[in-house]
T-cell receptor
Framework: ELKVEQNPLFLSMQEGKNYTIYCNYSTTSDRLYWYRQDPGKSLESLFVLLSNGAVKQEGRLMASLDTKARLSTLHITAAVHDLSATYFCAVELGGGADGLTFGKGTHLIIQP | DAGITQSPRHKVTETGTPVTLRCHQTENHRYMYWYRQDPGHGLRLIHYSYGVKDTDKGEVSDGYSVSRSKTEDFLLTLESATSSQTSVYFC???????????FGQGTRLTVV
């Protein structure tokens, strides 16, 4: 059974600081996805990481994938309040099955 | 936003009644998914479809059935709703197997 673990699950940080969210998964996968969800809203696709060593950046967010370590990171640089949201990583189910297995999400609050 | 419409957006129903949720897409994507989101669990896959009349079970399929008679529509049915099925249900679509998924706005279902 594929397990996807995010940490931390809750993070409160100040504007201007840097921080990293970690996503570990238990089986081999070359594809990992990061999503953002605002309260009461849908999920917005942030990054699609398709191979070992993949790095993608959008504004103050940067995501990376290490398939050998089964680890992805989402790094936040100089956080701003607008980045407050819940962030999910998701990994392909694999084994011939379709769909994604999600982590439980990291609830991020950025305070002035 | 990807052309995904979920209906209804909110529903309250009584235990034991049948409920059908609809997902309609205008993107002509082959793959469609139903997930449920519960606090502390992230999103979990209920069922998915890889084409008209082609469906398969996900992680938490017990108590749910699905149908896809047209490319654009994917229906999720709770045959006899239970309180444990109170949740937010998200439909997602993707163009190909295990590629980037786009999510609908969600349906909040309360079973009383």
């Amino acid at each position: 059974e594929l397990k996807v673990e995010q940490n931390p699950l809750f993070l409160s940080m100040q504007e201007g600081k840097n921080y990293t969210i970690y996503c570990n998964y238990s089986t081999t996968s070359d594809r990992l996805y990061w999503y953002r969800q605002d309260p009461g809203k849908s999920l917005e696709s942030l990054f699609v990481l398709l191979s070992n060593g993949a790095v993608k950046q959008e504004g103050r967010l940067m995501a990376s994938l290490d398939t050998k370590a089964r680890l992805s990171t989402l790094h936040i640089t100089a956080a701003v309040h607008d980045l407050s949201a819940t962030y999910f990583c998701a990994v392909e189910l694999g084994g011939g099955a379709d769909g994604l297995t999600f982590g439980k999400g990291t609830h991020l609050i950025i305070q002035p | 936003d990807a052309g995904i419409t979920q209906s209804p957006r909110h529903k309250v129903t009584e235990t034991g009644t049948p409920v059908t949720l609809r997902c309609h897409q205008t993107e002509n994507h082959r793959y469609m998914y139903w997930y449920r989101q519960d606090p502390g669990h992230g999103l979990r896959l209920i069922h998915y479809s890889y084409g008209v009349k082609d469906t398969d079970k996900g992680e938490v399929s017990d108590g749910y059935s699905v149908s896809r008679s047209k490319t654009e529509d994917f229906l999720l049915t709770l045959e006899s709703a239970t309180s444990s099925q109170t949740s937010v249900y998200f439909c997602a679509i993707s163009e190909w197997r295990n590629t980037e998924a786009f999510f609908g706005q969600g349906t909040r279902l309360t079973v009383v």
